[in-house]
């Protein structure tokens, strides 16, 4: 008889330090509940595994031990398998959204009960996401937070970045288009949703939900420092959804690219991680990932 075992992909960065007595207490509680606990620091080496059919046996589930950045990997690399997030990294959008603690107890319930949800999953070519996706200056912050990297990112980590970006970004402007509508909508910085939730707790999309087979997008008419500081300060309150000068529609596929002919490459990110350059194209999967949910 083959015994349940769960796959723990470890991102080596999040699941140190004081974040290690909870990877600890998640092996001590999987094992108390009669599943077995296999830790992966290694991705390839996981990848091995799973691409033996043979050893994949008895698998409950791969835990995402790390950031949101932690789960789109995960998600990316094993899209047929159900994913259980835990919490170990900076932001953890997700997990706030679904109610996840860093709580080996919890989790490791979680998946002893097997209880989970399919969501819809944001795609550009082989490349998924699930959180949201966005041009603009917060993309460029990303950018160079990663190129820079070295080791564990706190919030202090994007200051650096983020002044860097202060002082020399362009602001271009973005041509965005929804699904069929024969014009683009055009601004300064595009978020395209499928939660409702961005990094620190903004609710830049607050009418988004998760399987509702949509994107929800907002565009923001932004050029210059100020604005921006504006239009961040406003989401802070809710009140951008009041003006009329921002917009927000729901799309199934999303088109972003630079407006100016000749301007410099613009990048975009996806789930706060740099994605590539633009032009992209995305569109939403009804129910493409599955999730372990409390």
Request: aromatic share 8%; hydrophobic share 40%; proline share 8%.
């Amino acid at each position: 008889m083959t015994s349940a075992w769960v796959a723990i992909q470890r991102n080596p960065r999040s699941g140190s330090g004081r974040r290690r007595k909870h990877l600890l207490e998640l092996v001590h509680e999987l094992r108390r509940r009669g599943l077995k606990p296999l830790i992966f620091r290694d991705r390839e080496r996981l990848a091995r595994r799973l691409a033996d059919s043979s050893r994949c046996a008895g698998l409950v589930g791969i835990v995402a031990a790390g950031g949101d950045g932690t789960v789109a990997d995960v998600v990316n690399r094993y899209p047929g398998l159900p994913v259980c997030p835990f919490p170990l990294g900076t932001e953890n959008v997700l997990c706030r959204q679904l109610g996840i603690r860093p709580d080996g107890a919890q989790v490791a319930e979680m998946l002893a009960r097997g209880r989970t949800r399919r969501f819809d999953v944001g795609e550009s070519g082989s490349r998924r996401f699930l959180l949201m996706a966005s041009a603009g200056f917060d993309a460029e912050v990303i950018h160079r937070l990663h190129a820079d990297r070295r080791g564990n990112i706190s919030h202090w980590s994007y200051l650096p970045p983020l002044l860097a970006t202060a002082g020399s970004y362009r602001w271009p402007r973005y041509r965005v288009f929804l699904d069929e509508a024969p014009e683009p909508v055009c601004g300064g910085l595009v978020v395209v949703s499928n939660f409702d939730r961005y990094a620190m707790g903004l609710r830049i999309t607050p009418q988004a939900l998760p399987d509702d087979e949509l994107f929800h997008v907002c565009v923001f008419p932004q050029r210059g420092l100020p604005a921006l500081m504006c239009d961040w300060f406003q989401v802070a309150r809710g009140t951008h959804l009041k003006r009329a000068d921002v917009v927000m529609q729901p799309a199934r596929r999303v088109r972003i690219e630079v407006a100016e002919p000749g301007a410099p490459a613009a990048w975009w990110q996806a789930d706060g991680d740099p994605a590539g350059t633009l032009p992209c194209e995305l569109t939403i999967r009804p129910g493409g990932m599955e999730l372990f949910v409390p």
